[in-house]
Protein backbone atom coordinates (compact mmCIF):
# COMPACT_ATOMS: atom_id res chain seq x y z
CA UNK A 1 0.00 0.00 0.00
CA UNK A 2 1.39 3.42 -1.18
CA UNK A 3 1.35 6.33 1.44
CA UNK A 4 0.43 9.78 0.46
CA UNK A 5 3.59 11.27 -1.53
CA UNK A 6 4.42 15.15 -2.41
CA UNK A 7 6.58 16.74 -4.69
CA UNK A 8 8.19 18.69 -4.58
CA UNK A 9 9.79 18.28 -1.24
CA UNK A 10 11.66 21.80 -0.96
CA UNK A 11 10.66 24.67 -3.27
CA UNK A 12 12.03 28.68 -3.27
CA UNK A 13 9.71 31.10 -5.61
CA UNK A 14 10.03 35.07 -5.51
CA UNK A 15 6.85 37.57 -4.48
CA UNK A 16 4.19 37.65 -7.39
CA UNK A 17 5.70 34.66 -8.88
CA UNK A 18 2.92 30.90 -9.33
CA UNK A 19 3.65 27.95 -7.89
CA UNK A 20 1.94 25.12 -8.39
CA UNK A 21 2.27 21.77 -5.33
CA UNK A 22 1.58 18.68 -6.15
CA UNK A 23 -0.29 15.22 -3.76
CA UNK A 24 -0.90 11.53 -4.53
CA UNK A 25 -3.11 10.30 -2.76
CA UNK A 26 -3.04 6.71 -0.16
CA UNK A 27 -4.04 3.98 -2.28
CA UNK A 28 -7.68 3.64 -2.32
CA UNK A 29 -8.94 6.98 -1.16
CA UNK A 30 -10.74 9.45 -3.16
CA UNK A 31 -10.39 12.69 -0.94
CA UNK A 32 -7.50 15.06 -0.46
CA UNK A 33 -7.11 18.34 2.01
CA UNK A 34 -4.91 20.61 1.76
CA UNK A 35 -3.48 22.53 5.14
CA UNK A 36 -0.93 25.35 5.47
CA UNK A 37 1.42 25.05 8.34
CA UNK A 38 3.54 28.05 8.97
CA UNK A 39 6.55 27.72 11.73
CA UNK A 40 5.53 26.99 14.91
CA UNK A 41 2.10 26.63 14.24
CA UNK A 42 -0.85 23.93 13.99
CA UNK A 43 -2.28 23.22 10.44
CA UNK A 44 -4.51 25.38 9.04
CA UNK A 45 -7.39 23.69 6.64
CA UNK A 46 -6.80 25.82 3.31
CA UNK A 47 -9.80 23.59 1.29
CA UNK A 48 -10.62 19.73 0.41
CA UNK A 49 -11.66 17.54 -3.12
CA UNK A 50 -14.23 14.86 -2.88
CA UNK A 51 -14.34 12.99 -5.98
CA UNK A 52 -12.79 15.85 -8.33
CA UNK A 53 -14.94 18.60 -7.04
CA UNK A 54 -14.03 20.89 -4.05
CA UNK A 55 -15.70 19.92 -0.60
CA UNK A 56 -15.11 22.61 1.49
CA UNK A 57 -12.80 25.58 2.14
CA UNK A 58 -11.20 27.33 4.88
CA UNK A 59 -10.11 31.34 5.18
CA UNK A 60 -7.99 31.66 2.90
CA UNK A 61 -8.22 33.81 -1.10
CA UNK A 62 -8.95 32.90 -4.15
CA UNK A 63 -5.33 32.91 -5.60
CA UNK A 64 -4.80 29.76 -3.36
CA UNK A 65 -6.83 27.25 -5.77
CA UNK A 66 -6.91 23.28 -6.41
CA UNK A 67 -7.76 20.50 -8.77
CA UNK A 68 -8.16 16.85 -8.07
CA UNK A 69 -7.87 14.35 -10.98
CA UNK A 70 -9.46 10.97 -12.05
CA UNK A 71 -7.02 9.12 -10.30
CA UNK A 72 -7.70 11.29 -7.03
CA UNK A 73 -4.24 13.12 -6.90
CA UNK A 74 -4.11 16.66 -6.70
CA UNK A 75 -2.83 19.63 -7.14
CA UNK A 76 -2.84 23.36 -4.52
CA UNK A 77 -2.04 25.87 -6.73
CA UNK A 78 -0.90 29.72 -5.35
CA UNK A 79 -0.77 32.56 -7.40
CA UNK A 80 0.91 36.26 -7.05
CA UNK A 81 3.24 34.55 -4.05
CA UNK A 82 3.80 36.62 -0.83
CA UNK A 83 5.91 36.41 1.91
CA UNK A 84 3.10 35.13 4.11
CA UNK A 85 2.51 32.16 2.22
CA UNK A 86 6.24 30.72 3.70
CA UNK A 87 5.17 27.51 4.81
CA UNK A 88 4.93 23.79 4.91
CA UNK A 89 2.43 22.68 2.57
CA UNK A 90 0.44 19.46 3.70
CA UNK A 91 -2.11 17.08 1.79
CA UNK A 92 -3.96 14.48 3.52
CA UNK A 93 -6.26 12.01 1.98
CA UNK A 94 -8.69 9.73 3.07
CA UNK A 95 -11.79 7.92 1.76
CA UNK A 96 -14.47 10.11 2.30
CA UNK A 97 -14.64 13.08 4.08
CA UNK A 98 -14.12 11.62 7.61
CA UNK A 99 -11.40 13.79 9.08
CA UNK A 100 -10.43 11.17 11.28
CA UNK A 101 -9.75 8.95 8.50
CA UNK A 102 -6.58 11.34 7.20
CA UNK A 103 -3.60 10.40 6.35
CA UNK A 104 -1.04 13.17 5.69
CA UNK A 105 1.47 13.48 3.80
CA UNK A 106 5.46 14.77 4.40
CA UNK A 107 4.57 18.42 3.22
CA UNK A 108 6.35 20.39 0.39
CA UNK A 109 8.49 23.04 2.12
CA UNK A 110 7.88 26.52 0.11
CA UNK A 111 10.04 29.88 1.03
CA UNK A 112 9.10 32.95 -1.33
CA UNK A 113 11.29 35.54 -0.85
CA UNK B 1 -13.97 30.26 14.11
CA UNK B 2 -13.51 27.41 16.18
CA UNK B 3 -9.97 27.91 18.23
CA UNK B 4 -7.96 25.35 19.98
CA UNK B 5 -5.75 26.30 22.93
CA UNK B 6 -2.84 23.43 23.65
CA UNK B 7 -0.79 24.24 27.00
CA UNK B 8 1.66 24.01 27.78
CA UNK B 9 3.10 25.32 25.14
CA UNK B 10 6.71 23.24 25.45
CA UNK B 11 7.93 20.63 27.81
CA UNK B 12 11.11 19.55 29.13
CA UNK B 13 11.07 16.19 30.84
CA UNK B 14 12.93 13.46 31.73
CA UNK B 15 13.00 9.79 30.21
CA UNK B 16 10.73 7.80 32.29
CA UNK B 17 8.82 10.77 33.10
CA UNK B 18 4.92 10.91 32.35
CA UNK B 19 3.49 13.79 30.46
CA UNK B 20 0.45 15.62 30.36
CA UNK B 21 -1.12 18.32 27.99
CA UNK B 22 -4.65 19.74 27.14
CA UNK B 23 -6.25 21.31 24.79
CA UNK B 24 -8.91 23.84 25.45
CA UNK B 25 -11.71 25.36 23.08
CA UNK B 26 -14.73 27.90 23.58
CA UNK B 27 -16.85 26.02 21.59
CA UNK B 28 -18.20 22.14 21.71
CA UNK B 29 -16.44 19.94 19.56
CA UNK B 30 -17.94 16.07 18.75
CA UNK B 31 -14.83 14.51 18.08
CA UNK B 32 -11.31 15.61 19.59
CA UNK B 33 -7.91 14.22 17.84
CA UNK B 34 -4.83 13.86 19.06
CA UNK B 35 -1.76 13.91 16.08
CA UNK B 36 2.24 13.73 16.97
CA UNK B 37 4.50 15.01 14.33
CA UNK B 38 8.09 14.49 13.74
CA UNK B 39 10.59 17.04 11.71
CA UNK B 40 10.10 16.62 8.29
CA UNK B 41 7.15 14.69 8.84
CA UNK B 42 2.96 15.28 8.84
CA UNK B 43 1.55 14.55 11.28
CA UNK B 44 0.32 10.95 12.53
CA UNK B 45 -3.04 10.12 14.72
CA UNK B 46 -2.39 8.88 17.48
CA UNK B 47 -5.93 8.46 18.58
CA UNK B 48 -9.15 9.55 18.38
CA UNK B 49 -12.16 10.46 20.64
CA UNK B 50 -15.63 10.76 19.81
CA UNK B 51 -18.16 10.59 23.22
CA UNK B 52 -17.85 13.00 26.23
CA UNK B 53 -16.16 11.31 28.84
CA UNK B 54 -14.71 8.80 26.91
CA UNK B 55 -11.11 7.95 27.94
CA UNK B 56 -8.86 5.93 25.22
CA UNK B 57 -5.51 4.13 25.44
CA UNK B 58 -2.92 3.51 22.53
CA UNK B 59 0.24 1.56 24.37
CA UNK B 60 1.52 4.24 26.62
CA UNK B 61 -0.53 6.72 25.44
CA UNK B 62 -4.05 7.42 27.06
CA UNK B 63 -6.20 10.38 26.53
CA UNK B 64 -9.74 11.88 27.20
CA UNK B 65 -13.01 13.70 25.85
CA UNK B 66 -13.80 16.26 28.49
CA UNK B 67 -17.31 16.38 29.81
CA UNK B 68 -17.79 19.49 28.64
CA UNK B 69 -16.90 18.80 25.50
CA UNK B 70 -14.69 21.73 25.42
CA UNK B 71 -11.53 20.09 25.90
CA UNK B 72 -9.62 17.42 25.94
CA UNK B 73 -6.20 15.31 27.79
CA UNK B 74 -3.23 13.68 26.66
CA UNK B 75 -1.10 11.90 28.91
CA UNK B 76 2.03 9.85 28.04
CA UNK B 77 3.48 7.78 30.61
CA UNK B 78 6.97 6.17 30.95
CA UNK B 79 8.01 8.91 28.42
CA UNK B 80 10.80 7.27 26.46
CA UNK B 81 13.34 9.18 23.39
CA UNK B 82 11.33 8.46 20.71
CA UNK B 83 8.18 10.45 21.91
CA UNK B 84 9.95 13.74 21.24
CA UNK B 85 8.05 15.91 18.40
CA UNK B 86 5.25 18.21 18.71
CA UNK B 87 1.76 16.78 19.75
CA UNK B 88 -1.45 18.64 18.16
CA UNK B 89 -5.19 18.04 19.40
CA UNK B 90 -7.74 19.05 16.48
CA UNK B 91 -10.85 18.68 15.71
CA UNK B 92 -13.82 19.01 12.87
CA UNK B 93 -15.30 22.76 12.73
CA UNK B 94 -19.07 22.57 13.28
CA UNK B 95 -18.89 18.66 12.56
CA UNK B 96 -17.80 19.65 9.11
CA UNK B 97 -14.96 18.12 6.88
CA UNK B 98 -12.80 21.78 8.11
CA UNK B 99 -10.24 20.37 10.50
CA UNK B 100 -9.00 22.68 13.19
CA UNK B 101 -5.36 22.79 14.55
CA UNK B 102 -3.91 23.57 18.15
CA UNK B 103 -0.86 25.44 18.28
CA UNK B 104 1.06 22.38 19.52
CA UNK B 105 3.27 20.98 22.59
CA UNK B 106 6.58 20.33 21.95
CA UNK B 107 8.10 17.97 23.76
CA UNK B 108 11.66 16.93 24.45
CA UNK B 109 12.37 14.38 26.59
CA UNK B 110 16.13 13.78 27.62
CA UNK B 111 17.68 10.50 28.59
Known amino acids: ETGVTQSPTHLIKTRGQQVTLRCSSQSGHNTVSWYQQALGQGPQFIFQ???????GRGNFPPRFSGLQFPNYSSELNVNALELDDSALYLC????????????FGPGTRLTVL | GQQLNQSPQSMFIQEGEDVSMNCTSSSIFNTWLWYKQDPGEGPVLLIA?????ELTSNGRLTAQFGITRKDSFLNISASIPSDVGIYFC???????????FGKGTKLTVNP
Open chain 1, 92 to 103: ASSLGYSPDTQY
Open chain 2, 49 to 53: LYKAG
Open chain 2, 90 to 100: AGPQGGSEKLV
Open chain 1, 49 to 55: YYREEEN
